[in-house]
């Protein structure tokens, strides 16, 4: 900003100043274009923020290139700011806000050097300068008006975590007050809970089901994967039993998905009768949507997708995920349902449910602090080493650490002298990655087991090995594996 002047020059009017003339050809209808990118990457507190210098720079190479080419490009003026924004939440005061920074890139289509831009035209420079600002600075979603329109870009495959939150459902025609009384007001749930074991098979679930067709939701059936591959899962026709269940070690689950996506895949070309059964053994996001959906108590709406996917793979906030995950501990799929219903229907939850969202909510702060603060935090290239303190909590890790491909956390088996570690995938791992490429039961820790993307060894004793020697071990497998890929 420049310095207020305190004793102007002053001009007497009745000099001889230059006069100035309207340039032939100047007057022309007004065409105003914006474009408005936030300089901050991503949707979490550690995100990057991007340089306005950075966003500078990327305008004029654009406007560069074209000009060298003799091709029309657009020029502007770019000016930084905030956004001021707030959003509904499920906890009180029932809402919150913020402000970010932004950059705006204004301008005129000028009448001298391009008048002989149809406003299609103009319409295509502005998409394609305003995706290349958005790359520049990691945006999911880019602003841009032209005249009396605007209009949103947003990047292939991204998604906005609270502005498509309820989109999709109100896209899908679907009214979610209505959706969640129905779920507040049912009784019963037609969905069996069982408990849970180390293993399952179909001749065991069948055992105690006699009846209708089984569609087991959340938890793995022995060699599931040796059956009929279907839409949604596997399917023994054998046990007349369906699968749905991300779980499976075969190729098509070693990915970002989850049994509720599974579900809304299969009621997508199919539906379960009254006579069949639904079978979860635990209560957590995916195992609660999944059951509802295949039920038919919720339809496949994205918004569900989206909650499994956090609470499995991203631990991004989300509030249906957030909710039902902090809830997972009541074991209670009903009154799991009751508070999603509340949600649905922006009405505060159950006195007891909102404290458990609020205690998970703590333990995220916490996490996000700690790692902020360093000490519980070591990253060697891009495997990550967290020690686990207080109400920190491993599945938000993911989001909070961006940069990893690797996460492992450690804690102290109280009483034992040794460590409980616990490894999953980063979302900066790269494509064919998996965990098991590491073969870490063989070569690092025999009493580590899991799946493609986490495990632990905990549940085989822990590991007296020396954490820092552990960690070494992983960096030294990862770096091997990666330069193959």
Known sequence: MRPIDNNPTRYDVTQNLSHYSTLQDSL????????????????????????????????????????????????????EGDILYAHPIARPPYGSAGEEPVVEFKGLVSPL?????????????????????????GQTR????????????????????????????????????????????????????????????????????????????????????TEHEIKGGYYSSDYDIVNIDHHAPHDRMYRHI???????????????????RVIINHTDCDSVLSSLIMRGHLPPLPLFEEAVIAAD??????????????????????????????????????????ALLNKRERGREETRAALLDGDALKVDGQVALVHLTDNMRNEFMPTLLPEAAVIMTYEEI????????????????????????????????PNYGGRWNAGANKRGGGTNIPIAEYHLKMCEAYNRHTQTL
């Not at 008048?115 to 600075?137: H, I, K, P, R, Y």
């Not at 009483?415 to 690092?444: K, V």
């Open 142 to 225: 880019v602003y841009v008006t032209f005249q009396d329109s605007c209009w949103v870009l947003q990047q292939d495959g991204k998604s906005s975590p609270r502005g498509d939150y309820f989109t999709a459902a109100q896209n899908a025609l679907v009214d979610l007050h209505e959706l969640g009384q129905r779920l507040i007001s049912r009784k019963e749930f037609q969905i069996d809970l069982i408990p849970s074991a180390t293993s399952h098979t179909r001749a065991e679930l069948r055992s105690l089901f006699r009846d209708g067709r089984l569609y087991v939701c959340d938890f793995y059936l022995d060699d599931i994967e």
């Open 113 to 137: 050097y391009n008048s002989d831009l149809t406003d299609e035209e103009v319409m295509a420079l502005l998409n394609e300068l305003a995706s290349l600002l958005g790359n520049v600075a």
């Open 258 to 276: 989850s049994s509720g996506n599974l579900a809304c895949e299969y009621v997508r070309y199919g539906t379960t009768r009254k006579e069949d």
């Open 313 to 354: 793979h991203t631990g991004k906030v989300n509030p249906i995920a957030d909710l039902l995950q902090a809830l997972d501990v009541k074991k209670d799929l009903a009154y799991s349902a009751r508070n999603l219903g509340l949600l649905l229907m922006e009405r505060p939850l159950d006195q007891s449910a909102q």
């Open 414 to 445: 109280k009483g034992s002298g040794r460590w409980a570690c616990r490894l999953r995938l980063g979302q900066n791992a790269p494509d064919g990655f998996t965990l098991n490429s590491l073969h870490i039961n063989e070569n690092i820790d």
């Open 28 to 79: 022309a209808d007004l065409r105003e274009f914006s474009i408005t990118l936030r300089l901050k990457e991503g949707y979490e507190d550690l995100g990057s923020i991007h340089t306005t210098r950075a966003v500078s720079d990327a305008a004029k190479s654009w406007m560069q290139e074209r000009a060298a080419r003799r091709q029309p490009f657009l020029s502007g003026i770019l000016q």
